[in-house]
């Protein structure tokens, strides 16, 4: 797997050449500048709206905005130990690559849709890459308190959450 070692494999930036800057700020600790810097390479992208929609659906469907226990201080092996939780060690660390198929991303009437499979393979990737916990912060400092991403996504959120929280946000970052 990608992080057949049982951490997560830092190395795997290498695999995503468009990532690198985002990777290496999030390995480096900045987790604020690498969320900054995911932004502005999402939006310089060939496809920067469909691909900024698709990240926002992404945070809402995985429960980032709503998760207290990222901010920006957690650090790899906290977020590592949040992996281990959500999806067990042995999940994530057997994963050999993101395994969607054709209609797990397609087009949609609110821009593109990811199966909740795709969504949960782009999560367990993130654990095996090692900046799980920036995506979160990602998803904080650009999506999760603005009132269109909101209002588009939040229906998104995992049921425990609408249950735990309503229409209510828990303000964590």
Known sequence: ?????????LRTACLFPHKGPYIAQCIAGDVDGAAKTMYDLDRAGP??????DASAKLCFFEGHCVNSNV??????????????????????TKLEKINVGLFDIRAGVLGPHLSKKAEEQFALMACAMGNYHCDA???????????DWRSRFGKSRPKLMKTAH????????
Not at 166 to 173: C, F, I, S
Request: some cysteine; hydrophobic content about 25%.
């Open 71 to 92: 901010t920006n201080r957690t650090t790899l092996a906290e977020a590592t130990r949040m992996c281990d939780e959500r999806f067990g060690r042995e999940t994530w």
């Open 1 to 9: 797997g990608v992080a057949s070692d049982g951490v997560p494999n």
């Open 137 to 147: 912060i990602y998803c904080k400092q650009e999506f999760c308190d603005k009132d």
């Open 47 to 52: 496809l920067p709206d469909e691909t900024i």
């Open 166 to 173: 309503g229409d209510d946000y828990p303000h964590n970052y």
